[in-house]
């Protein structure tokens, strides 16, 4: 049973409607597809649920939203809240723009309220401060060395350039590499994919191999060098989903998903996105503000959300091919248990009979 969040690992809290799937205060759901979700209500992502237990849980998200008094709709979209306040998205066959816009316009957008809680919090310190200069005069200026330490570690933090680093594993030796800054998209092979991701991380210039450490430890060593790990096919593809949802943390308006749902019709599906944005990697960094870094973060901000919608969609497919795979396995079970059930039903000799008469019609 599904009890948390994929993505976020929060706990679903209970709902009293929908006895089937008794877990969190929003469900979408996609009748036509057999599609049914658990939406997170602190991180907006999408849950898919499992399949042995969707049917009788869609059968009932159906007919309470039939029955239940509607807080918006469309032809494609809408949105019912029971009587214990459980929310009911009910998606039909919607346009990509509209589809997203339910789907991401809440998860951008409430991280576009928290970045700009803090900044409107990180203003009224400010100005705080420097109201109290005023008062206390030169004693404050002893602060400023500490004021400035912070903000560059809260900076670096948010980066994710020094404490938010994971290893990465490079096929090539089975071990993993701390990576230096972010990765960068690159152009690749077409045996490759033609696309795929480039980090570069801290080595040492001697028989020692890679140094032990944190990065900047390594960084600063007066052997290491600077050495780049190409990653391509299913390393790339992991490495990316793993940093789509960092790329995008203060949010965007509805504008921007529009436009980023935009580019990966342009691009011809979420497959491919990687693969267009890779081809036509001058016409997006031509808008960076600093110039061609390459770099992941450094990217047109509508760009930045398809990645993330992409990789979400990613993990859905493979989550759903999983699930036909199992559906496949169910079904040959269950074909050799009917033709267990047909023999035992047959009469003794009926079989060896049946046998006999289709060798003879073969050989007419």
Known sequence: ??????????????????????????????EAKGRLWVVCRRC??????????????????????????????????????????????????????????WRYGDQFGRRRARAVAFGVGGSAAVI??????????????????????????????????????????????????????????????????????ELQYSIRADEHGVLEGSWW????????????????????????ARHAPRLNRIGAPSSRIQGAVHLIAEAGGADELPLFLARHRSRFTAQQTYGDSGELPSLPAEVRLALEMASHEEVERAILAGELAGLEAQWRGAEEEAAISDDLLLPPGVRESLARLRATRDTE
Request: net charge positive; glycine share 10%.
């Open 128 to 197: 705080a401060l420097a109201a109290g200069a005023v008062t206390l005069g030169g004693s404050l200026v002893a602060l400023l060395p500490f004021v400035q330490v912070t903000t560059l570690v809260l900076n670096l933090g948010a980066s994710g350039a020094l404490s938010r680093q994971r290893p990465v594993e490079d096929p090539s030796t089975g071990g993993s590499v701390i990576p230096i800054g972010h990765p960068k998209l690159v152009a690749a092979s077409d045996a490759d994919g033609g696309w795929g991701l």
């Open 44 to 101: 907006e992502r999408w849950n898919l649920t499992p399949i042995e237990r969707r049917w009788e849980a869609l059968e009932e998200c159906a007919r309470s939203f039939r029955d239940s008094r509607l807080r918006a709709s469309s032809d494609q979209v809408g949105l019912a809240r029971l009587r214990d306040g459980t929310d009911l998205v009910r998606i039909g066959a919607p346009p990509p723009t509209e589809f997203a816009a």
């Open 217 to 240: 430890q390594r960084s600063l060593h007066k052997n290491s060098a600077i050495a780049t790990l190409r990653l391509v096919g299913p390393p790339a593809r992991q490495l990316l």
């Open 1 to 30: 049973m599904l009890t948390s969040c994929a993505w976020c690992n929060t706990t679903f809290p209970a709902n009293d409607g929908v006895e089937f799937l008794p877990i969190g205060r929003r469900i979408a759901f996609d």
